[in-house]
């Protein structure tokens, strides 16, 4: 009997390799993209691109718009859009603007300064948030207007409120404290972030962990533990990967030589200080945690998913379908918010402009990152990383120098090509 070999084993055993590992091909896909997109601008600027400073600033420019995809991801989930998001944004930091500079030392008598103002703003910006979503929501699910119409007149509305609640003047500067969750003066420094990274790393195993343990438990196929290590071990590598080059980045040496006793240092000369880990990253982080868990563990979540697979069925099935819209929009407010709080924080004041097109960004980051505009499919991680994406491509066009127009071209173009791809995937596995 010969002994008959295979005349290509390779992709076969890469094939076996990938199979074994049980990754998602969806997330490598972005992990592939983003990669390429960091190493063309990085040979296009001469190595500027990846350094500590552009990647601080490109984590810090991200959240806003980070935070509020991971809301998009619901919506489009069960089949609706939200075009008002930008302009809620706005409406939101309008209210927070005023609260901190005039109505609540105005008409409460606080002080500017005091401790209580950035925490009553940031809790009343939430509420408000909630109310308008919540009312959209109220519109589309119990008045059977669509989403379209109704986001659609949100854009316009709100953004004329938060012009009329501020007379179209910039509003600032805002508190201290607040300015803190933009990310640029409010980080952990060098010893906190590797704290909080290594905490990170733990957590993030131990999860992948448990979770083979409840596939084992249940009776469901689970990867070869040498797989599984391998995940692991990337998952670590990556978290501390990322705080180890924002702790490469050092505040400016002529702020630390004004104010080297208060980083404890002895002397100007020898003393080194790293931003860390911003603020509002870990806000991104928490909000992320929450709304994943939210989505895969919670009745609410499973109540999501299914009404954007099957909507009738969803219906008949007893979900009340129409009081989940309400708390989808509702949700979306409050995300809203909070990427307004991040973006004020993040300029110190509070501008007209503020929030202007973050609807198309907000809804091209979660498409980018896989969640399909037909219903039913979609991840937090994949909005946060289609806005990293997007955030991305804008960052490296701007360092090159590209006109604001060209940006919006090429995005414009990436959101189209993202549906393409997503439509042949589908296609090509059979995905609905």
Not at 74 to 80: A, G, L, P
Request: glycine share 12%; aromatic share 8%.
């Amino acid at each position: 009997m010969s002994d008959k070999t295979p005349s290509h084993p390779a992709p076969a055993a890469k094939r076996n390799l990938l199979k074994q590992l049980d990754l998602d091909t969806r997330l490598l896909g972005m992990i592939g993209a983003f990669l390429v997109v960091c190493l063309v601008f990085n040979v296009w600027t001469d190595g500027r691109f990846l350094t500590p400073r552009n990647i601080f600033n490109l984590t810090i420019q991200t959240v806003s718009v980070a935070i509020m995809a991971t809301g998009m991801v619901f919506v489009i989930v069960t089949r609706h859009i939200d075009l008002s998001v930008g302009a809620l944004l706005a409406t939101c930091t309008a209210v927070m603007a005023m609260m901190q500079t005039r109505w609540l030392p105005g008409v409460l008598g606080l002080e500017i300064g005091s401790p209580l103002i950035p925490w009553i703003t940031i809790g009343l910006g939430l509420i408000t948030g909630a109310v308008i979503g919540a009312a959209q929501g109220w519109l589309i699910g119990y008045r059977g207007i669509p989403a379209f119409i109704v986001t659609l007149g949100g854009l316009l509305i709100w953004r004329n409120v938060a012009w009329y609640l501020t007379d179209g003047q910039t509003i600032g500067p805002l508190d201290d404290t607040y300015i803190l969750f933009g990310g640029i003066t409010g980080t952990l420094g060098w010893g906190l972030s590797w704290i909080v990274g290594a905490l990170a790393a733990l957590a993030a195993a131990a999860g992948i962990w448990s979770a083979r343990r409840a596939r084992v438990a249940h009776e469901f196929p689970v990867k070869p533990l040498w797989a599984e290590a391998v995940v692991i071990a990337l998952t670590i590598g990556a978290i501390l990967g990322f705080v180890a080059v924002l702790n490469a980045y050092e505040l400016p040496s002529r702020v630390v030589a004004r104010d080297f006793a208060a980083y404890g240092c002895a002397s100007p000369d020898n003393c080194n200080v790293a931003y860390g880990i911003p603020y509002s990253v870990l806000l991104l982080i928490a909000v992320a945690v929450i709304m994943t868990i939210v989505a895969t563990r919670t009745r609410l979540g499973r109540y999501i998913f299914a009404t954007g697979g099957n909507p009738d069925a969803a219906s008949l099935s007893g979900i009340n379908t129409r009081l989940l819209t309400v708390k989808i929009f509702a949700i979306v407010g409050v995300l809203c918010a909070l990427g307004g709080v991040v973006a004020s924080a993040r300029l110190g004041y509070h501008t007209n402009d503020i929030g202007t097109l973050d609807e198309l960004r907000v809804i091209a980051a979660a498409v980018i990152g896989g969640t399909a505009l037909s219903g039913g499919i979609g991840t937090i991680y994949g909005a946060i990383f289609g806005a990293l994406i997007m955030q991305s491509l804008q960052s490296g066009m701007a360092m090159v120098g590209v006109d604001a127009p060209y940006q919006n071209i090429v995005v414009g173009a990436v959101l189209v090509f993202a549906v393409w791809v997503d439509i042949e995937y589908r296609k090509r596995t059979g995905a609905k």
